[in-house]
């Protein structure tokens, strides 16, 4: 007999990354992992293989957290094959980096639509059911740059300074049906995303962070694994700073 499903999860953005280690931390032969990408195939089906090997139910889906209606079908799906929704992590985001001066529209817009309107867009859709069944958890992953602000980021800081105001607000708004939605805030931590970044650049970075050394995907999943369980209930409006120190 198979595992009975306790507890159901949604990652965007879980393919690589934070996002994976996000799904890895939850991966239990009680739960059930769902978690969407917008391109990179095989690095989902790399992370869904490696969910299964612990014994999770996993599903990787191609859906684009920009699209309304692509987001509303993969809930209805999930929702309907589970019947509950418990943990949403608002994970999926990119950058583009420029000046002002020199910062694109359409840079500005991708940057707001995958990393602000896509967590309002799943939130939006996974509030539904957990409104219904009068429990669940929303976690954001901001970015300590969207407290401090940096140069060269007006568009990405914009994003995650507006997911903590989404946050709190969505704190306040949910809190009488007992859902929980707080943000964690990484600085620097070794993914594709600051994988590209020249040595020179990355020095500088490492030389700003106390405990002298980029942070991993996992030490972030260990805070949003916590914010997801128990012992966090009490928590809401909050945003966690997984950052070295770099914010105190
Ligand atoms: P990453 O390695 O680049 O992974 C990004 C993930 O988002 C991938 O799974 C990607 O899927 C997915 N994604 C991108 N666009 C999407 C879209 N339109 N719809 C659905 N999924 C999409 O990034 P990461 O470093 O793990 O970052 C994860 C989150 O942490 C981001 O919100 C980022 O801003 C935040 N963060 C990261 C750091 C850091 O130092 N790494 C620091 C602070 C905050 P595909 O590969 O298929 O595109």
């Known amino acids: 007999m198979p595992d009975q499903v306790e507890r159901t999860v949604v990652v965007t953005g879980g393919s690589r ?8 931390a939850f991966a239990d032969p009680h739960t059930s992992i769902w978690f969407n990408y917008s391109s990179d195939v095989s690095a989902a089906v790399e992370t ?39 943990v949403l992590v608002n994970n999926a985001g990119i950058t583009r980096d420029n000046l002002l001066v020199r ?3 359409a840079d500005w817009d991708g940057v707001m639509d995958i990393n602000l309107k896509g967590a309002f867009l ?11 069944q009068h429990s669940g958890r929303i976690i954001n992953i901001t970015s300590l740059v969207g407290v401090t602000g940096n140069a060269g980021q007006s568009n990405y800081v914009a994003a995650k300074a507006g997911l903590i105001g989404l946050t709190k607000a969505l704190a306040r708004e949910l809190a009488q049906r007992n859902i929980t939605v707080n943000a964690v805030a990484p600085g620097f931590i070794d993914t594709g ?19 002298g050394r980029a942070g991993s995907a996992a030490e972030v999943a260990g805070v949003v694994e916590f914010l997801a369980s128990d012992k966090a209930a009490y928590m809401t409006g909050q945003v966690i700073h997984v ?3 770099m914010y105190i």
């Open 243 to 245: 950052s070295g120190g």
């Open 193 to 211: 995303m600051t994988g590209i970044l020249d040595e020179t650049a990355r020095e500088h970075i490492l030389s700003q962070i106390p405990l």
């Open 48 to 86: 869904e293989k490696i969910l299964r090997e612990k014994g999770a139910r996993a599903h990787g889906v191609k859906v684009d957290v920009r699209s309304e209606d692509q987001v509303k079908a993969f809930f209805k799906t999930l929702v309907a094959e589970y019947g509950r929704l418990d």
């Open 122 to 132: 799943c939130s939006k859709v996974a509030a539904r059911t957990m409104i219904q």
């Open 17 to 24: 990354g934070i996002g994976k280690a996000v799904c890895l």
């Open 103 to 105: 910062m694109k529209e």
